[in-house]
Each structure stands twice: as structure tokens, then as C-alpha cells.
């Protein structure tokens, strides 16, 4: 993958990373000490990832970008509307772009894996790390959905 393809694929997962951490914000929201507490590790979690992918981009040369300024960024890359009435309906959204992440961190993963530069073996080993923990994000909320009353 070719420097500028590369930086361009890790801005647009840097500004997913800024909107997960924008979905945790308002963790005080919660009246469940545990989704108050997951939240505010998931927040610490976001911005784990965000300080990771921008290290990566300011090492190749690259700028840092945020793609979307303003809006709902989640909603206008997969579709959806968060727009959550219940802890329920808010969870199962959360959890459906952890699960789209995931995903597409798992994608990525595979491109720079594929790619003989040993440059970019080193990349899909951190960005693993954050597949993976969008991964754990995913099944705790499919987890915690199962146990809402």
C-alpha cells in the first residue's frame, strides 16, 4: 500500500475513532453504575486508539484530518441513526458499530497483512490491537443486552 493510500485509510479510521469516543460521552447520562463505569473505560479505550492511529499517521509524514467536522459521524458512515430512547435501544446500537468496526479493522488488518513491506506488518500489528478491542467493546454490550431488564 502506497504512503498516501495508507494515510488516507488511517484518517478515515482515525475519525471513527473520534466518533466512538464521542458515543461514550455522555456515560453520566446512565443511572446503571456498571454501563456509567464501562462507558468511561470505553472513553479511555477510544482515545487509546485515536493517540495510536495518529502516532502512526505524524511516523509516515502524514497530517492528521477529521474527515467529518460537524454531524453524526457514526450515522452517516454506516447508515444509522443514533437517536436511543432506552439504555436498550442505545446499547444495541453501540453495539452493532463496535461489531462494524471490528469489521473493518479486521479488513484493514488483512490489506496491510498481505503487503510485503514490512513497514506496513508493523501497522496491522497495532491496528490488530485496536480490532481486538473494539471486538471485547462488541460482546460486552451483547452482553450487557442480555442482561437489561
Given at each position: 500500500?502506497?504512503?498516501?493510500?495508507?494515510?488516507?485509510?488511517?484518517?478515515?479510521?482515525?475519525?471513527?475513532?473520534?466518533?466512538?469516543?464521542?458515543?461514550?460521552?455522555?456515560?453520566?447520562?446512565?443511572?446503571?453504575?456498571?454501563?456509567?463505569?464501562?462507558?468511561?473505560?470505553?472513553?479511555?479505550?477510544?482515545?487509546?486508539?485515536?493517540?495510536?492511529?495518529?502516532?502512526?499517521?505524524?511516523?509516515?509524514?502524514?497530517?492528521?484530518?477529521?474527515?467529518?467536522?460537524?454531524?453524526?459521524?457514526?450515522?452517516?458512515?454506516?447508515?444509522?441513526?443514533?437517536?436511543?430512547?432506552?439504555?436498550?435501544?442505545?446499547?444495541?446500537?453501540?453495539?452493532?458499530?463496535?461489531?462494524?468496526?471490528?469489521?473493518?479493522?479486521?479488513?484493514?488488518?488483512?490489506?496491510?497483512?498481505?503487503?510485503?513491506?514490512?513497514?506496513?506488518?508493523?501497522?496491522?500489528?497495532?491496528a490488530s490491537s485496536n480490532?481486538?478491542?473494539?471486538?471485547?467493546?462488541?460482546?460486552?454490550?451483547?452482553?450487557?443486552?442480555?442482561?437489561?431488564?
Amino acid at each position: 500500500m502506497k504512503d498516501q493510500e495508507l494515510i488516507r485509510e488511517l484518517n478515515k479510521i482515525l475519525t471513527l475513532e473520534h466518533g466512538h469516543l464521542g458515543m461514550y460521552e455522555n456515560l453520566l447520562n446512565h443511572r446503571d453504575k456498571d454501563i456509567r463505569r464501562t462507558f468511561r473505560r470505553f472513553m479511555e479505550i477510544e482515545k487509546e486508539h485515536i493517540n495510536k492511529i495518529t502516532g502512526v499517521i505524524l511516523n509516515l509524514g502524514g497530517k492528521t484530518s477529521i474527515l467529518v467536522e460537524g454531524g453524526d459521524i457514526i450515522g452517516q458512515i454506516f447508515g444509522i441513526t443514533v437517536n436511543a430512547t432506552s439504555d436498550r435501544d442505545l446499547i444495541k446500537a453501540y453495539s452493532f458499530i463496535e461489531k462494524k468496526s471490528h469489521q473493518g479493522y479486521a479488513d484493514f488488518v488483512a490489506r496491510l497483512e498481505s503487503d510485503p513491506e514490512i513497514r506496513n506488518q508493523f501497522i496491522a500489528e497495532i491496528a490488530s490491537s485496536n480490532m481486538i478491542e473494539a471486538q471485547l467493546m462488541h460482546l460486552w454490550l451483547e452482553d450487557k443486552l442480555k442482561n437489561l431488564n
